[in-house]
């Protein structure tokens, strides 16, 4: 019984060891018999919580532009301990994220409109969503914007990029502090 509920919920898509031992405790199964199955799915290389996480990072990160931070959270929801998470993440470095940043907000520049400031927030609140750091954000969206237009390069020369991100960071730290 327990190998065929494993055996459905990776026929679904490829799952962490958490997630099956989760499905298996919702079934009743008892930990021995789970940890029993797990174990040996462990050995013959049916679950492989590093090979998930890095298919993971890279899918997501391609597939939906999300950065560092956010896929991290992911695989963590996911029952991925941190060091095999973070040697995942370490395949997808700061270059890259910055290049994936200015991506996404050149392809939203396309349909959004209003005045730069309020494109401004719009944009730089997407990638912050996306768990982007506020200074990657930031200096994605004011090249972009002072690569669009006159008006929207003027409103871009003002931002300065740096002291907008330590505010951020301050927020963000105030924030923490105060969950």
Not at 25 to 41: N, P, T
């Amino acid at each position: 019984m327990a190998r065929e509920i494993c055996l459905r919920q990776l026929a679904v898509r490829p799952r962490t060891r958490a997630e099956l031992a989760g499905a298996l405790a919702k079934r009743g199964i008892s930990d021995e018999v789970s940890a029993q199955v797990l174990d040996r799915y462990d050995e013959v290389g049916i679950i492989d919580d590093a090979a998930f996480a890095r298919a993971w990072v890279s899918s997501r990160h391609a597939g939906r532009g999300l950065a560092r931070r956010a896929l991290a959270n992911e695989l963590r929801q996911r029952g991925v301990d941190g060091d095999t998470a973070s040697e995942a993440l370490g395949e997808l470095d700061e270059e890259t994220e910055a290049e994936t940043a200015r991506a996404l907000v050149d392809r939203k520049l396309r349909s959004v409109r209003g005045e730069p400031d309020a494109v401004f927030r719009r944009l730089v609140g997407m990638l912050a969503r996306k768990g982007y750091p506020p200074g990657v954000a930031i200096r994605a969206v004011k090249d972009a914007l002072a690569a669009q237009s006159a008006e929207a390069a003027e409103f871009a020369e003002q931002i300065d990029a740096d002291a907008l991100a330590d505010a951020e960071g301050e927020l963000d730290r105030d924030n923490r502090a105060l969950g």
